[in-house]
């Protein structure tokens, strides 16, 4: 009788481990990774075309990690965007997974004419091909949404079992603006054209929907061209990465360029004060651009922007008086200078009697060593 009891204890006990392991997780699990760790701007169509597979690299994986249970199974993959709803849906033949196997497929295996984990069955959906139809045709890439991915893994011979499944996100922004702000102007490669900044340690700025890019600052020496002198030494190079939710992913693209990398709150900062191959010296003109680095389908891709330029004045040659003060003026007015005080303009002639700063008198030298410090944050002006 106490071995019987022994035995049916240890019964019980089976087949309260079994009960228990069936409410967790058995049979194969499914998980995700994306290329590089980095979320995707740009999704081009022709790398997910089933009927044309791009050449570019897989845009992610599938990890398949099975039990000690040989398993025979069918993986099921849809996609729905957050503007559109269902988009396709589709599933592989039957496939095999040996006891213990761990098995990565890449988006290419997937979306592939051959091999044996490619989507037999695929359909897309007809109202949502409608409303793709017109921005594919003309871009050759997905618009801006959120696609959904959902992997789901069931047992060959019981479809209604599913073993695990998986859903993950690509964040489509599709970025194209990358405009140049401070300091300078665009280069149009006559250095009389380069607008006079007074300090050495400028706040460059520039405006963009990215989230990672390449500045380069060079010295342009004369008859040079801008874009040959952004390519030669010394110059100044940087690569920064916007500060933000899934941004820190991406710190690590800018050692291809063996570039030193930074986080930056948002789309601007200070010219170092040293420590650098590159010092801004008064009486020299420079040139900088900045190449936004956007993640595709089919890897990396460079947004150059247009190139500024830039003079640094030389207060030691700055003649006193009204010269002074016209250099102030120019750069500060810029295309404006010549509307204000040329031929024909409001103040065409006009001589001040005196200069005031902060409610303050100054002389137009004074005013040259105060635009120093704060020239870079000059925001408009008004007529009284």
């Known amino acids: 009788m106490k071995k019987c009891r022994r035995t049916l204890y240890g019964g019980l006990l089976l087949v309260m481990l079994g009960i228990s392991s069936g409410y967790g997780q058995t049979g194969p699990t499914v998980s ?8 995707l701007d740009v999704f081009f169509l022709k790398d997910f075309d089933i009927n044309s597979p791009g050449s570019g690299p897989p845009i992610f994986f599938i990890d398949i990690t099975n039990d000690g249970v040989a398993h025979q199974v069918v993986m099921r993959l849809s996609i729905t965007s957050r503007s559109r709803g269902n988009l396709s849906n589709g599933q592989t ?3 095999s997974l040996q006891p213990g196997q761990i098995l990565k497929l890449s988006s290419r295996d997937i979306f592939s ?5 490619r989507l037999e069955s695929y359909q897309i959906d007809d109202n949502a091909a409608k409303g793709l139809i017109k ?6 890439k997905l618009p801006s949404d959120v696609y959904t991915f959902q992997v789901i893994l069931v047992e060959a011979n019981n479809q209604g079992n ?5 859903v993950f996100d690509i964040r489509v922004s599709n970025p194209h603006k990358l405009d140049l702000v401070f300091p300078g102007a665009p280069a149009s490669g006559d250095m009389k054209d380069c607008p006079v900044i007074f300090t050495n340690l400028p706040q460059f700025r520039w405006e963009s929907d990215m989230r990672q890019f390449r500045v380069i600052v060079a010295p342009l020496r004369r008859g040079e ?6 390519n030669n030494d010394p110059r100044f190079t940087r690569f920064f990465v916007l500060q933000g939710k899934g941004n820190s992913k991406l710190m690590a693209t800018g050692n291809r360029f063996n570039d030193r990398v930074e986080g930056i709150p948002n789309t601007s900062f200070q010219f170092p004060s040293s420590g650098e191959i590159l010092t801004l010296r008064p009486g020299k003109t420079y040139v900088w651009r900045v190449i936004g680095i956007v993640e595709t389908s089919s890897g990396s891709t460079p947004f150059k922007s247009e190139i500024y330029c830039f003079h640094l004045a030389n207060l030691d040659k700055v003649d006193t008086g009204m010269q002074q003060l016209n250099v102030i003026l120019k750069n500060l007015l810029g295309s404006d200078y010549e509307k ?3 031929e024909g303009g409001e103040l065409e002639g006009y001589s001040p009697k005196r200069i005031t700063f902060d409610g303050k008198d100054v002389t137009p030298g004074e005013l040259l060593v105060r635009l120093r410090k704060m020239n870079d944050k000059f925001k408009g002006y008004k007529i009284e």
């Open 340 to 342: 204000i005080f040329g």
């Open 32 to 39: 995700h990774s994306f290329l590089n760790n980095a979320a």
């Open 113 to 117: 004419n051959s091999g044996p984990y």
């Open 162 to 166: 599913q073993f695990d499944s998986e």
């Open 135 to 140: 921005d594919v045709l003309s871009t050759g």
């Open 93 to 95: 033949g039957v496939f």
């Open 225 to 230: 061209d801008p874009e040959s002198a952004l």
